[in-house]
């Protein structure tokens, strides 16, 4: 088998990849680690992604997005499933979590994204025969933040791909592995991939014309509209204007806010607390179908006066897996602010080593099980005494790095 590994790195460091690339066993010379890539470099990646993609003609596939996937992972997912369709190979798009940001419910009803909800507990989900997979393929995340890949490797599923732009995670290895922290967007990155003719997108063809309408909602998603885009960004966006359907993508941005979202950005907006330009706000228990509001409240904290910052929590219970889980979302306007590294140094690691969140470019988040303690929420008094713990808690440690003088929170 080929193994390629296509990570980003520090030009400063060295070039050469720990792995053997498939550029190199064709003869070519290895592939650039930048992210912006020129023409040559360019082709060489999707010469060694091609050379994969043809060792495993024939395989049926599970490609694995985060539990609950943005524009950008289900845009890349599915520009994936077609280019793997060209060697013959046939893919499942898979979510352990929910859909719940009204965006992604209407670009997936529109566009027909074909995309599938395996919820781990379900029994037909462990009726799964997946012997019938031969490989897993993570876009836009790395396994640390889906629920599935630990049950594919339990079925010993291997890792055939991995393409993403968040930071490199430990113990993360495939056959092939295209990692770029400092790209924007997984949806430049797949666009980058049809644009070197691994697949010709054709205007005649809906399929072709609702996936090009999803990687250009997913690449303006990952670029605040392409008010942080970059170079390569633009040049996917303008590859993707000649194909997807202004109207159609017109109609999944104006998908209205539910009352739901409403009240979580109402009450992120009561609760909040500004340190040093930082706003923190805790919104309590929130059904699991509405995880999504608690991005969505940071994404408009962050728009105050006198705000770079702002970070936005809540308990979520999840019914069918009988378990709770502090979920958080940062959104930041201050480039020198590196969500990733900020989020990891605040929360740290489990007992195996995983962090417990991570960020790219502007952007982070954060899921803290929490095992023992969940449920018996229906004692109203337990209910309030059991968030005043975990919201001190979480203060505790945003704190500690955005006002370590005053990080203490005195108890009442």
């Known amino acids: 088998m080929v193994s390629t590994s296509l990570k980003s790195v520090d030009p400063k460091s060295d070039l050469r990849s720990t792995h053997l690339n498939a550029s190199e066993k064709l003869g070519s010379r290895p592939s650039s680690p930048l992210t912006s890539l020129n023409g040559r470099a360019q082709e060489q990646r999707a010469d060694a992604f091609a050379e994969v993609l043809e060792s495993h003609r024939g395989d049926s596939q599970l490609v694995i997005l985060q539990d609950f996937p943005d524009p ?8 994936y499933k077609l280019i793997a369709e060209q060697f013959d190979i046939q893919c499942e798009i898979l979510y ?31 009726e799964k025969n997946l012997s019938a997979y031969q490989g897993c393929v993570l876009i836009d995340n790395q396994g640390t933040t889906s629920q599935l ?5 339990a079925a010993d599923i291997p890792i055939t791909v991995v393409i993403d732009h968040h930071s490199l995670q430990e113990g993360v290895d495939a ?39 999803a990687l250009m909602h997913g690449l303006r998603s990952d670029t605040n509209f392409l008010k942080q885009a970059q170079e390569e960004d633009f040049l ?48 309590g228990f929130l059904r699991y179908d509405n995880r999504d509001a608690i991005p969505q409240a940071a994404d408009f904290l962050v728009t105050e006066d006198n705000v770079h910052t702002a970070v936005v929590y809540g308990i979520v219970h999840d019914e069918d897996e009988d378990l709770e889980l502090v979920v958080g979302s940062l959104r930041t306007t201050k480039l020198t602010l590196d969500p990733d590294e900020f989020i990891k140094e605040a929360f740290g690691q489990d007992t195996q080593g995983r962090f417990f969140g991570g960020g790219r470019s ?15 929420n229906e004692n109203s008094d337990y209910a309030k005494l059991k968030w005043s713990v975990y919201d001190t808690q979480i203060k505790q440690k945003l704190l500690r790095l955005v006002n370590p003088e005053n990080s203490v929170i005195a108890s009442s």
């Not at 890949?149 to 490797?153: A, Y």
């Not at 003719?197 to 005649?204: A, I, K, Y």
């Not at 202004?246 to 979202?261: A, Y």
């Open 72 to 79: 950008d992972a289900l845009s890349s997912a599915w520009a």
């Open 96 to 126: 352990a979590g929910t859909l719940s940001h009204q965006e992604n419910i209407a670009l997936v009803k529109l566009t027909n994204l074909p995309v599938q909800r395996w919820a781990c507990q379900s029994p037909k989900t462990k």
């Open 149 to 153: 890949l630990p049950l594919l490797q």
């Open 175 to 213: 056959e092939f592995m295209d990692v770029r922290p400092n790209t924007r967007a997984t949806a430049t990155i797949l666009t980058q991939y049809l644009r070197s003719g691994l697949l010709e997108f054709d205007g005649n063809v809906t399929e072709h014309v609702h996936c090009a309408t």
């Open 236 to 283: 996917a966006a303008a590859y993707l204007s000649r194909f997807y359907d202004s109207q159609l993508l017109n109609t999944v941005l104006q998908s209205s806010r539910s009352k739901q979202v409403m009240d979580v950005i109402e009450s992120a907006l009561k609760n909040r607390s500004i340190h040093n330009n930082v706003t923190i706000a805790g919104v």
């Open 362 to 376: 502007l952007a982070g988040g954060f899921e803290i099980p929490m095992g023992f303690l969940s449920g018996l």
